[in-house]
Each structure stands twice: as structure tokens, then as C-alpha cells.
């Protein structure tokens, strides 16, 4: 049980998003140690989530990648982008329906993985779209750093979530944890023995 803790341990330690661009924005919790959400503010949380899925999702849609008439390359490389964050957006949705019919520790944190899959997902898509080689009018390229700015903005929200379920995961392992070693005695002689 140990190794599975500290393999979940790593695990979400490892899912910290790549937040290279929204790093410094990203607000401290009002206080240090992990927070565990009640049912109440989970489920809040999670329409909060998907509300958000379901805007980003919308005005990604709306963005029309043909009319900044990038290379070839570029634009296979855009449309990947786009492709991927759209997918990690569905992949999103997927999860939270999920947790609203029964929250688990599993559930938890793939869909922590998932907002970690979309962060990077919008960090690409981001840095594409801001590429000036991607475009060749400048009016496109007004459009293009226009769209990226608003993954951007997506992205930046997207960390306060990110954040909020990684606190509540690792909360969620430690009081599972601590259950598992109230009820084995085997475990709590095995821990005294440990220097």
C-alpha cells in the first residue's frame, strides 16, 4: 500500500502542468498544506470546469484556421495544435461527467492528467499561433496573435483548476492513506519499526 501512495505521490508530482507561460500568474493558496473539497464544493467545482470546457471549446471552434494562409508546414503543424486541444477539451468533458455521477480517487486524477494534457495542449496551440513564420499578410497575423492571446487567456484560467483538483487529489490519497493505517495493524508496527 505504501508503494502504491508513493507511486500516486510521484505521479501527481510529475502532472504538474508545464506552466511556462502562466506560471507567474497563478495566485498562492490562502493557506499552506492541501485542501480536501466537501461534495458540495466539488460538484461546484466541476460545473465551474465545465462551463469553462464548454466556452473554451466554443471559441476554438470559432477560429478558422484557413483564412491566416500559413505554409503548408505551418499549417499541418496549427492544425495539429488545434486538433489536440480540441480532443483534450473533449477528453475533459468525458472526466467530469464521471466524477458527477461518482467521484474516486481514479477519477480524480485522471481528470487531473487530462487538465494537465490540456494545458499543454493549449501551450502549444498558443506558441504556434504566435509564430510569425505561420502567417504571411499582416492582417492574419494581427488575427493570428489575437486567437493566441485568447488561448493564452484560456490557459491562465485553466490553472486555478489545475491546481484546485491537484490540492484535493493529494488530500483525497493522504486521508485514504491515513484510513488504510488505522485499519491495518500490520501497518502501524511496521511504521514504529522504521527509523
Known sequence: MRSKLAI?????????PA??????????PD????RLMNNSEFNQFLKRVDADVVNWK???KTFNLAVLGAEPQEEKQLRSSYVLSVQALENMRTDIRALSRQ???????????DLNGLARSLDRLSSDLANPAA?????AARKS???????????????AHL?????HSLALAGLMDAAVERSDPNAQQSQRRRP
Do not use: H
Not at 496573435?145 to 490553472?159: F, H, Q
Not at 491546481?163 to 490540492?167: L, M, P, R, S, V
Open 163 to 167: 491546481a484546485a483538483i491537484q490540492q
Open 31 to 34: 493557506a499552506p498544506g492541501l
Open 135 to 139: 502567417v504571411r499578410q499582416p492582417a
Open 103 to 113: 467521484q474516486s480517487l481514479k477519477l480524480d486524477v485522471m481528470l487531473l492528467v
Open 19 to 28: 506552466m511556462a507561460q502562466v506560471g507567474s500568474t497563478v495566485a498562492a
Open 145 to 159: 496573435l489575437g486567437w493566441a492571446r485568447e488561448v493564452l487567456a484560456m490557459d491562465t484560467a485553466l490553472a
Open 8 to 16: 500516486l505521490i510521484f505521479m501527481l508530482t510529475l502532472a504538474a
Open 58 to 60: 466554443g471559441r476554438l
